[in-house]
Structure formats: C-alpha cells, structure tokens
C-alpha cells in the first residue's frame, strides 16, 4: 500500500484508454475467476468484495455488523454486476460495472487533488501509474 496524489480526472483518463483499462480490468477478472470458467459466481466475488472490506472498515477502525446485513449487501453488489440477472458475471458485464463504479468514483473526487492510500494492485493504484508514466510520442 502507498499513498498517492489523484483527482476524478486521473481516474476519467485511465477508463476512457480503452485499451489500458480493459487490460487491468481482464487481468483483474481472471485473477477473481478461480476456477477459470470465464464466469464469475457469486463465491468467487464475494472474496473481492470481502478483501475490499466495503463495510468493515469506517475511517480506518472496524465496525461491527450483523451477518445478515452483511450479505445483504454483498449480494446487492453482486446483482449490480449480474446485468442478466443469470447468476453469473461474464467478462463484458464484470468491465461495464467497473467503469460505472470508477466513473462513480472519479464524479465524488472531482477536480481538486486528494492523498489516498492504495492498494498496489488496484485499479485506482493503476490509474495513477498511467498517468505518471512517461507518454511515447508517434
């Protein structure tokens, strides 16, 4: 984990490279899709969910929740994937709910700069990098 410096805009530019954001976004779908059936079960997303820790955590200090309500909502996050309502998540429907969430999330940072700690593998950490590394000119 590191902190770094990003704003909605770092994070617009890194989903609106098609090609960048599609390659972290398989890369990430492949690693969740343990039994590599090129579907994503609920199983298989709830380890995701539960490693984000979505409700665990607020401002750094656990906060204690009934498991009921838990997955609730982990279900809930679940179905926002699961467009087809099928049970499973397939690759294209896994990208379009990631753009909307970072898209969600680049709306809430706005334009003013903030520090946040980030995980090194994570999205957000790759949107940074793209936007710090060099740019080849053709």
Request: proline share 2%; charged share 30%; with cysteine.
């Amino acid at each position: 984990m590191s902190v770094e410096v990003l704003d909605g805009t770092t994070i617009v530019r890194f989903v609106e490279d098609e090609e960048a954001f599609g390659e972290c976004v398989r890369e990430l779908f492949w690693q969740l899709d343990t039994d590599k059936d090129g579907v994503l079960s609920y199983a298989e997303m709830l380890k995701e969910l539960q490693r984000m820790r979505v409700l665990e955590i607020h401002f750094g200090v656990d906060v204690k929740h009934e498991p009921e309500e838990v997955a609730r909502v982990y279900e809930s996050m679940f179905l926002q994937f699961d467009h087809d309502l099928n049970g499973r998540v397939d690759m294209e429907e896994f990208k379009e709910e990631t753009k909307e969430i970072m898209l969600a999330m680049a709306n809430g940072l706005g334009s003013v700069p903030v520090q946040m700690a980030l995980e090194h593998d994570s999205l957000l950490m790759k949107a940074v990098q793209r936007e710090c590394s060099p740019k080849i000119s053709a």
